[in-house]
């Protein structure tokens, strides 16, 4: 039955309305067609602009996409595993290729821990000690940044404007200035992602206390508690479960961070990538995609883990 047809049995109030609807349905559909074809216009100019600036031509090269990944192979397969583990392999001609042995990290005796097992600590650490460095920055932060503990005068002002210069730069463009200053290593890409960790999570936290109830604050006000005591009593247990979501949440994000990081000097995993790549080490460079695949994968999983264990499973159920 036509929409023209099913209307024909209705009261002239209720036909007013169904028109009503209809109007708007067109209008709604009418400014989506118009917002698409904006949006593909602007992508369509922005594929140009890349292929007219691109010296290579970007889209002369489109058809090209696969052929790095199609060349480079290994020897065979098993050449991964060997560069993985730190295995000597028989393809062995004294050339940085298949220098797997040598870059064993000796604990003593004959035990050792493989390069990239070895690089890829070094990038946990630097995450995990970013976040905890970020984590208590922004904890202390966010209350004085948030409207309904300081109200909005000048100290809420100045702590988000410090929160916003923290988050303003990627990780990677703090990373470069602070490798000018601190050298190449570990050092300097602590300090770029705890910076940047402060920003991020600070803005969160702050944004958590004010949606937090504030009747047990004032219930503390009207008792006489200092502001401290307010804070402490009054706020910090209604928001510590989201915190530590974001907490957790902000360490996954630090762990790819730190990876991109050593790409520019900042040490572990990311910088031997880089090297193995533009070396040519088929084989080692797959061996450090699986090892980044599997650690991404184990941190988002433990990181899930812990959610549900210190905010409660709850929290996790549909509808809850």
């Known amino acids: 039955m036509s929409a023209s047809a099913s209307t024909t049995d209705l009261n002239p109030e209720s036909k007013q309305v169904f028109e009503h609807y ?3 349905t067109q209008t709604r559909r009418l400014y989506s067609v118009l917002t698409i074809g904006i949006l593909g216009g602007l992508l369509f100019a922005a594929l140009w602009f890349a292929h007219v600036s ?12 696969f052929d790095f990944v199609l060349n ?5 397969p098993i050449e991964i595993f060997r560069a993985l583990f730190d295995l000597p392999s028989p393809y062995a001609d004294g050339s940085l ?9 000796y604990l003593f005796g004959d035990f050792y821990i493989p390069e990239y097992f070895y690089e890829m600590l070094v990038t946990l650490n630097i995450a995990f000690i970013s976040t905890l460095i970020g984590g208590i920055g922004g904890f202390v932060l966010c209350f ?8 909005a005068g000048a100290t809420r002002f100045v702590v988000r404007r410090i929160l916003e210069l923290l988050r303003a730069f990627p990780e990677i463009v703090i990373a470069g200035l602070l490798v000018a200053i601190l050298s190449l290593g570990p050092i300097a890409a602590v300090a770029a992602v705890s910076i940047h960790t402060v920003g991020a999570l600070g803005k969160l936290f702050f944004e958590a206390v004010e949606n937090a109830d504030m009747k047990a604050e004032e219930g503390l006000r009207a008792a006489g508690a200092n502001w401290v005591e307010r804070v402490r009593f009054g706020i910090v247990p209604q928001v510590l479960p989201n915190f530590t979501s974001y907490f957790l949440l902000r360490a996954e994000i630090n762990v790819r961070a730190s990876t991109i990081i050593g790409a520019v000097g900042g040490g572990g995993i990311g910088e031997v990538f880089r090297l193995s790549l533009s070396r040519d080490h088929a084989a080692k460079t797959y061996a450090i995609i699986l090892l980044l695949f599997v650690t991404i994968v184990a941190v988002d999983q433990l990181s899930g883990w812990l959610r549900r264990k210190l905010v409660g499973n709850q929290a996790f159920e549909f509808g809850a």
């Open 72 to 76: 480079f192979l290994p020897d065979e």
């Open 144 to 151: 004085f940044a948030s409207t309904n503990l300081v109200g």
């Open 22 to 24: 209809r109007q708007l």
């Open 97 to 105: 290729k298949y220098d797997y042995e040598e870059g064993r990290h």
């Open 54 to 65: 691109n010296s290579g031509k970007f889209l002369d090269r489109i058809p090209y996409f």
